[in-house]
């Protein structure tokens, strides 16, 4: 699992070089986005997603998302959205959690990387949520 909260945090994910770059320039322009949405005028460097709800990376193997408050994992969720976006060919699903009024955490991960139940519930509510697929 991976967090960002911060432009360091984006730049640290990009030099980790962990993520497909179709993939990784995707979270880089929702983590951008969020910034001109939310940063009030605030220097980039400065400015954090912490107080709005983060973005968080699931990947393979992710089975324990009680740190980003998923005490019962991502399929107990009820997420306000899921939507499946194709980033180059790389196919993910984006996921919006809201935990209060104030704070939503996005959720990303690549299709096929989970359980064959998990892969069923994520195409399913993207299906049901109508927001079809984006690129």
Request: proline fraction near 4%; charge should be negative; hydrophobic fraction near 40%.
């Amino acid at each position: 699992m991976r967090i960002i909260m911060t432009a360091a945090d984006v730049t640290m994910l990009r030099q980790a070089n962990v993520l497909p770059l179709d993939y990784m320039n995707y979270l880089e322009e929702e983590f951008l986005g969020l910034y001109h949405a939310l940063g009030c005028d605030q220097p980039l460097e400065g400015w954090s997603l912490e107080r709005d709800g983060y973005m968080v990376v699931i990947e393979a193997g992710d089975h324990n998302l009680q740190p980003v408050g998923l005490t019962d994992g991502l399929r107990q969720s009820t997420p306000e959205f899921v939507e499946l976006v194709t980033t180059g060919n790389q196919p993910l699903y984006r996921i919006g959690v809201l935990y209060n009024n104030d704070f939503m955490m996005l959720f990303y991960t690549l299709v096929g990387i989970h359980d064959a139940e998990t892969e069923t519930w994520l195409r399913e509510m993207a299906e049901q949520d109508g927001r079809g697929e984006k690129s």
